[in-house]
């Protein structure tokens, strides 16, 4: 199985360094020298890592055969592809990979059904499920402790338990002055 690991930036320097987004938990294990990568586009590839630094907070790679600086511009927005095991499981116990979680059904606490997870996103503050509806329209869940609160791999379903207005639109609006309002017409 092929998962998306990272995707190349911008040239670094003169010696055919780039800067990565990186799009794994696991850059030390995916990206590490010596690894191999796939690809897209395919023509580019494959790639061998040379070296791995973070410099300034991001990381930066270098691969073998890319010495300079044309070399490396020439890789910029190129996918890098690592092939797992589809038996592979993240190192901890409450991550998963985006293959595993794809098409789970998705289900409240109370047993109502929402839909499939079609799509995952990967946003810098969480990541959300892109949930197709049985209707054909789509629910964006963003994928956090409190909302969703169990992934049943043996029984393709994640459970959620969504606060008002995250399913069906209707959101409760709850402010103090609301409060004040009501309570003042009281004696």
Known sequence: MQLVVARIGRAHGIKGDVTVEVRTDEPELRLAPGAVLATDPAATGPLTIETGRVHSGRLLLRFEGVNDRSAAEALRNTLLIAEIDPEELPEEEDEYYDHQLMDLDVVTRDGI?????????????????IVERPDGSEVMIPFVESIVVEIDLEEQRAVIDPPPGLIDGRAEVASARDEAASGEGES
């Open 113 to 129: 059904e929402i839909g499939r997870i079609t799509e995952i996103s990967h946003l810098p503050s969480q990541d959300l499920f």
